[in-house]
T-cell receptor
Framework: KQEVTQIPAALSVPEGENLVLNCSFT??????LQWFRQDPGKGLTSLLL?????REQTSGRLNASLDKSSGRSTLYIAASQPGDSATYLC???????FGSGTQLTVLP | EAQVTQNPRYLITVTGKKLTVTCSQN?????MSWYRQDPGLGLRQIYY???????DKGDVPEGYKVSRKEKRNFPLILESPSPNQTSLYFC??????????????????FGEGSRLTVL
């Protein structure tokens, strides 16, 4: 059974810092990996989707990479802003096994 | 506007009173799914549907039913709700994946969530 782990569980950084969120999965036979953002009490907003044949995807200040062989993905956020404060979740495959998320706080 | 719509958004009910949470998507997606989110447990899949009339259990199906009579709708039914079903529920949909033959990327779109309290 696929298991997805996100480390750290919580992260606090000063505004302007570049940061990396980690996601690891146990079964490398995946179709895709998707990163989401969730604000408190709200739904999930899709940030980036990486197909299994891809190595990375970029959107604005966000860059997600995928290394299937090692079972890892990273989400890089450049020049962080207070508005980036949220919980970030990764999920793998169509049925989507989710990690427990990283709660990010960007301090002004 | 492309969206997944859930209703109701908030509901307080009592043990044993049947309820239905509706989910509708306007993107012609084949795949639909229900999740529940609980503190410390994350998002867990309840049921999913690969297409009309095709449904299957997720990781935590006990106490829930679903149906997929139309492509756009995927209601979640709690026949006899209990307090341990108090949770935040999310419906999601996807066009599908290349592997499923739908030509989609598998990108999952979520509704805004339905917060259910069972007393």
């Amino acid at each position: 059974k696929q298991e997805v782990t996100q480390i750290p569980a919580a992260l606090s950084v000063p505004e302007g810092e570049n940061l990396v969120l980690n996601c690891s999965f146990t079964d490398s036979a995946i179709y895709n990996l998707q990163w989401f953002r969730q604000d408190p009490g709200k739904g999930l907003t899709s940030l980036l989707l990486i197909q299994s044949s891809q190595r990375e995807q970029t959107s604005g200040r966000l860059n997600a990479s995928l290394d299937k062989s090692s079972g890892r993905s990273t989400l890089y956020i450049a020049a962080s802003q207070p508005g980036d404060s949220a919980t970030y979740l990764c999920a793998v495959n169509l049925r989507m096994t989710f990690g427990s998320g990283t709660q990010l706080t960007v301090l002004p | 506007e492309a969206q997944v719509t859930q209703n109701p958004r908030y509901l307080i009910t009592v043990t044993g009173k049947k309820l239905t949470v509706t989910c509708s998507q306007n993107m012609n997606h084949e795949y639909m799914s229900w999740y529940r989110q609980d503190p410390g447990l994350g998002l867990r899949q309840i049921y999913y549907s690969m297409n009309v009339e095709v449904t299957d259990k997720g990781d935590v199906p006990e106490g829930y039913k679903v149906s997929r009579k139309e492509k756009r709708n995927f209601p979640l039914i709690l026949e006899s709700p209990s307090p341990n079903q108090t949770s935040l529920y999310f419906c999601a949909s996807s066009l599908g994946t290349l592997a499923s033959g739908s030509g989609g990327t598998g990108e999952l779109f979520f509704g805004e969530g339905s917060r259910l309290t069972v007393l």
